[in-house]
C-alpha cells in the first residue's frame, strides 16, 4: 500500500515514520521516499489501520494504492 503525505518529509522523519507504522504492524516493511513525499508499507493489514499511526504524528496522509500482501503463512 502507498500513502501520499501532504507535510513535507525530510531526512530526519524516517525513522519517525517507521517506528509509528511499526507499531501498527511490527512485522511491515516500510519504504519512506523522501522525494515523492510517500510511504509505501508492505503488510497484510488493511491502509486504514495505518491512518492513525501518521495522523498520531502530525501527519495528513491519503491513500494512493490501497492494496495488501497476502495473509502471512503460519506451519503447524
Known amino acids: 500500500m502507498k ?6 518529509i ?12 511499526k507499531s ?14 510517500a510511504v509505501s508499507v508492505d503488510s497484510w ?3 486504514e489501520e495505518f491512518l492513525v499511526a501518521f495522523f498520531d504524528e502530525d501527519y495528513t496522509v ?3 494504492d490501497g492494496s495488501t500482501s497476502p495473509l502471512p503463512t503460519t506451519s503447524h
Not at 3 to 8: D, G, L, N
Not at 10 to 21: K, L, P, Y
Request: glycine residues 0%.
Open 45 to 47: 493489514l488493511m491502509p
Open 3 to 8: 500513502f501520499s503525505v501532504k507535510e513535507r
Open 62 to 64: 491519503r491513500i494512493v
Open 10 to 21: 525530510r531526512s530526519d522523519d524516517v525513522s519517525r515514520i517507521e517506528c509509528a507504522m
Open 24 to 37: 501498527v504492524d511490527t512485522d511491515a516493511k516500510v519504504h519512506v521516499d523522501i522525494d515523492a513525499n
